[in-house]
């Protein structure tokens, strides 16, 4: 999208910000920079999701692990997932999050660290349907699309769905040609809304 058709769709989605949820997951948000070159930074996305969502702070979740190491025994997080989670409250994203599993990998590597939270997005879309008339997703992770499904059929909820090139999977394309999903964004093109290193490059 060029910035002219950005400013478009976001004037366009200006009369439904108010009963729109936003699923950010941030795991694979955070992959994103892979493929961009570049991070998405919290407060810029936190930012960047009032065009999309305002009012009630719920509407906007931020799904996330907490990691407190592979000790089981431990209550202490570890520093960089305690400061993602932190940041996220503090820019206003509603919290939604489960202790990271670290298991046993046999390899040189020692662990496998795990935490997926499809089942909570999944379940909270169904829970709070009441609440929004568009869902928008920011995860190119297709696990979601047969939740996306079922609200559109069932109730009528439009989707929006935002990821990375190179990392959109199969599910989603194949869901917006079939009418399901209405729109994939691409985070490529909101470089200049979401780059970290442009707001804190001196």
Known sequence: MTRDEITKFLKDHE??????????????????GRSLGWKVGTPQLAK??????IGDPLLRRFYY????????????????????????????????????????????????????????????LI?????????????GDGDLVRALEYLK??????????GARGHIGREIIDAKKAGIISSVLYADDFNYRLNLERFTRR
């Open 15 to 32: 009369q439904y910000r108010q009963r729109t949820i936003v699923i950010v997951d941030y795991g694979n948000v955070d992959k994103w």
């Open 48 to 53: 960047f999701v009032k065009n999309f969502s």
């Open 65 to 124: 692990g907490s990691d407190y190491g592979p000790s089981e025994s431990s209550a202490l997080l570890t520093p960089w997932s305690n400061a993602i989670l932190t940041l996220a409250r503090n820019n206003g994203f509603f919290v939604v999050t489960k202790r990271v599993k670290y298991i046993h990998s046999g390899d040189s590597a020692g662990y496998e660290v795990k935490c997926d939270l499809d089942v909570e997005m999944a379940v909270d």
């Open 127 to 139: 829970q709070e349907r009441e609440h929004y008339d568009t869902i928008f997703v920011f995860s």
């Open 153 to 162: 059929k069932q109730y009528g909820k439009k989707s929006i769905v935002m």
